[in-house]
């Protein structure tokens, strides 16, 4: 037999429900609030950087985009060493009126990358707002090269869309639900592939978080399937998108894995010591910048379990760490903006600590965000201090001045951003230095460039005036280039050459 229910008890509970409602509400939109917060000041702290110079690979893949069509190369008339969802990227600021659009469209990629993160901590029951803290000092910290838009900056937001896709699919309560959250996980992952071939960390989360999930709620075959089927699709669409403008599946191929592997023989080979010293400046960096804190809180508290209801991810983002560690320093060239690669791990470590079981009585994570972004906005201050920091090369300056509409040009090598900030052209398909290294080191094919009809009207060299470098052989290539060039201008570190025949235009 029940007992009685007191009448004033019951009376009570619709407002004690009501109130719960109303505070959950309140809390809710407190934390969009914030969040909100964390993106704009993320936004914010990249306006100073809206005008800065392009970089060299900015450079170059805005001159790739702008004419990629049917050509004599991967990519029109030009060859990269990167996926073609990079260069539509690229294409779209392009499209968009150049520079300034590219950096605008970088803005929307940090405050993609913020909220995303903040979904993973919501999902995984851990610190939203750290979360989101976690995205936005890191993406905007000038010691981990982040105002270059490159391939990593891209791929963040979709490494994390495909994370958060992966932790969706198992809360979903429908089949449906987890099948289409596990397609939506594997085309944003294979979408971070297609941009640059290294950053599978996405991929390598839903692989193995899949683990977890199958103990729970389903057979491989009914988790793997609609991810790999997503996964697919979207890369069916882009390959065929490359194909229908001349860029061929067993040319992507050549020029993202099997390209690696060459250069990374060369680099070891013959790298100068150049490489030594960014490898140095480049761990100074990540460890000023306070992101191996957080991997060590990590590494130290794995033992930690989650929370009630939270999700063991321990050794997924243990994968993903070790997977970004190795593609920062797998590459062997050491460039800062390599670093960006490290936020989505960094995300989910910080996720995977504010949702253990001990997460409460050790606040470590908030200390270590707080040191981040102290050392950002040291950072930050120290660069906008700098009178260069808009600065335009001096190679370009006098360039724009000197060189006539429809000219062309050739660096040796790289720097495209000297032929994308002037309107150059070049008839030799090698824009970036490594791929030179790699595919031409006699220098054969820029030799029947210099010999040939379309020979570039200038050529850049660096201080010396040679096209000798680390890697490379002109003994070929320099009796001809001294023979047909002249030198017309010496500018800090670069020495500017004129095809011998034509006349200097002044001012």
Known sequence: MTAPVDSATEACRPSQRHSQRHSQRHSHLRTITWVAVIAGLAAAARIPFLLRPLSPDEGGFLLVASQWTQGRSLYGDYWVDR???????????????????????????VITSVVLAAGVGGVTRGA??????????????????????????????????????????????????????????????VAAVLVKQNELDGLVFLLLASVTFLRHRQA??????????GGLLLAVLVLAHAASRGTSASGLL???????????????????????????????????????????????????????????????????????????????????????????????AVATLTSSATAERRPVPRLVIT??????????????????????????????????????????????????????????????????????????????????PARPDWIITGATGSLQSWGIDATLAQPVFDRRYRLVAELEDRRIYLEVTQELRTP
Request: proline share 5%; glycine share 8%; with cysteine.
């Open 83 to 109: 996926p073609p969802l990079l260069i539509d990227f690229f294409h779209l600021a392009d499209a968009l009126g150049g520079a300034l659009p590219l950096r605008l469209l970088g803005i929307g990629l």
């Open 128 to 189: 939203t707002k750290l979360c989101a803290a976690t995205a936005a000092v890191f993406l905007v910290n000038p010691l981990l090269g982040v105002h270059e838009i490159d391939g990593e900056l891209i791929a963040v937001p979709l490494i994390l869309a495909s994370c958060l896709g992966a932790l969706l699919s198992w809360r979903s309560a429908t089949s449906g639900g987890r099948a289409g959250w596990l397609m939506v996980s594997g085309a944003c992952g």
């Open 220 to 229: 491989v075959w009914r988790t793997l399937v609609p991810a790999a089927l």
């Open 254 to 348: 050549d020029a993202v894995v099997t390209f690696r592997f060459d250069a990374s023989a060369v680099l070891k080979s013959s790298a100068s010591s150049a490489t030594g010293d960014r490898f140095r400046t480049m761990v100074l960096c990540l460890v000023l910048a306070g992101a191996p804190l957080i991997v060590l809180q990590f590494l130290m508290r794995l033992r930690d379990k989650p929370r009630s209801g939270a999700p063991d991810l321990r050794r997924a983002v243990l994968a993903v760490l070790a997977w970004e560690t190795f593609s920062v320093l797998g590459g062997g060239s050491y460039w800062l903006h390599y670093l960006i690669g490290l936020v989505p791990g960094l995300v989910l």
């Open 371 to 452: 040191y981040a972004v102290t050392a950002c906005l040291v950072a930050m201050t120290t660069l906008l201090a700098r009178p260069d920091l808009n600065r335009e090369d001096p190679v370009i300056t006098w360039l724009q001045a000197h060189a006539s509409s429809g000219d062309t040009a050739v660096v040796a090598y790289g720097h495209a951003n000297y032929l994308a900030a002037t309107g150059l052209t070049s008839p030799y398909s090698e824009l970036w230095s490594l791929p030179v290294r790699v595919r031409d080191p006699d220098l054969t094919a820029l030799t029947d460039v210099l010999r040939g």
